[in-house]
């Protein structure tokens, strides 16, 4: 929300943060200037598609191509409010633009190399340190990468699935949302075991998203190796219903929001998203803890003084934190 002064606030979950007038425009110009280089990029992007098509390649959710605004607004905040200039967090951003290819399995290795060849010829590199190969990791699997030009000043990510490794990744978004807000560490801030113990029961239940996604034959060939999880089998059952009751609530919300925007106002304006269709940060904000802190907007519940190995407190003891900010459109 843009007041008066031209600052912004953000509203919902992330009504914690803020910028001044000044940082505010330093943010959406710079949005500005990145969406008059999209339709560009989304052209170079489809002539790559088309020439794997053959290899059955895909392109999903192109119309998200360019990162919301808002989004953006929010990941510069954070470190903004600690006094950083925004244009470091800016620098850093690689996925104001980004881009998903689908490749079937047999043909995923054979199909990430004949892109890899041809944005090469192109002029483009993969950011050093963007390749990261996730397909070992229980909660997810992917090759996301970042490129970058030499004559260039705009970056984009790739990121490379199967379509069920993408299906499954769609499927989790709830739970990585709950994740990357550190609704757990906050609400059991008093006790980091209870805390742990429900962000394992999160992978957990992530994992069983990708239970019956293959991996790709060769796929130890591409990227950096990444493995971010390690699974916990003895995480308690109470715990695991719980979260996925909270998922649910989550994604119902989501579906909510959706369908009332689409029924208000579907169309962006020029300058201002409407909805902004934003599913996840990038990998390394997946792969890390990218959440922002809810210490000022969730008030814990008192813990029991003891629990017994069979007793989980509920998640109901205290207010859920709102994340439906739906509608989500796929993460590119």
């Known amino acids: 929300m843009i007041d008066d002064t031209g ?27 990145a969406r008059q280089v999209q339709a560009e990029l989304d052209r170079k992007l489809r002539a790559v598609q088309s020439s794997v098509a053959g290899r059955g390649g895909q392109l999903e959710g192109l119309e998200y191509s360019l990162k919301g605004l808002d989004s953006l607004r929010r990941k510069v905040a954070r ?15 690689n996925d104001l633009h980004r881009y998903t290819l689908t490749f079937p399995a047999e043909e995923y290795t054979a199909g990430t190399k004949q ?31 970042t490129w970058e030009h030499s004559e260039r000043p705009e970056k984009f990510e790739l990121q490379f699935h199967t379509p069920e490794s993408f299906r499954a990744k769609m499927d989790n978004h709830e739970l990585y949302e709950i994740s990357r807000a550190g609704y757990f560490t906050q609400k059991f801030e008093d006790d980091p075991e209870l805390a742990k113990e429900y962000e394992q029961a ?18 130890e060939e591409l990227g950096e190796r990444k493995v971010r999880a390690t699974l916990n089998p003895a995480v308690r059952p109470q715990v695991i219903e719980e979260v996925r009751a909270y998922e649910a609530e989550v ?16 169309v962006e304006t020029a300058t201002e998203p409407v909805v902004e269709a934003e ?54």
Do not use: C
Request: glycine share 8%; no cysteine; aromatic share 4%.
């Open 79 to 93: 470190p903004a409010m600690r006094g950083v200039a925004v244009e470091k967090p800016l620098r850093k951003t």
């Open 279 to 332: 599913v996840s940060e990038d990998l390394a904000a997946l792969l890390e803890d990218d959440g922002p802190g809810l210490r000022d907007r969730i008030t814990p519940p008192e813990l029991p003084a003891q629990r017994t190995q069979n007793a989980a407190p509920s998640l109901t003891d205290s207010p859920l934190p709102d994340l439906r900010q739906g509608p989500k459109g796929p993460r590119l």
């Open 202 to 219: 999160v992978d957990l239940l992530q994992n069983e998203r990708y239970q019956n996604v293959e991996i790709p034959p060769g796929v």
């Open 251 to 266: 994604r119902a919300g989501h579906s909510a929001k959706a369908a009332g925007a689409e029924a208000t106002e579907p």
């Open 115 to 145: 892109v890899y060849e041809q944005l090469r010829e192109q002029g483009y590199r993969p950011t050093p340190g963007s390749e990261k190969n996730t397909w070992e990791d229980p909660v997810y699997k992917g090759l996301n990468t």
């Open 7 to 33: 600052a912004w606030r953000g509203e919902g979950t992330d009504s914690g943060f803020r910028l001044t007038p000044e940082q505010n425009k330093v943010v959406t110009d710079h949005w500005q200037q």
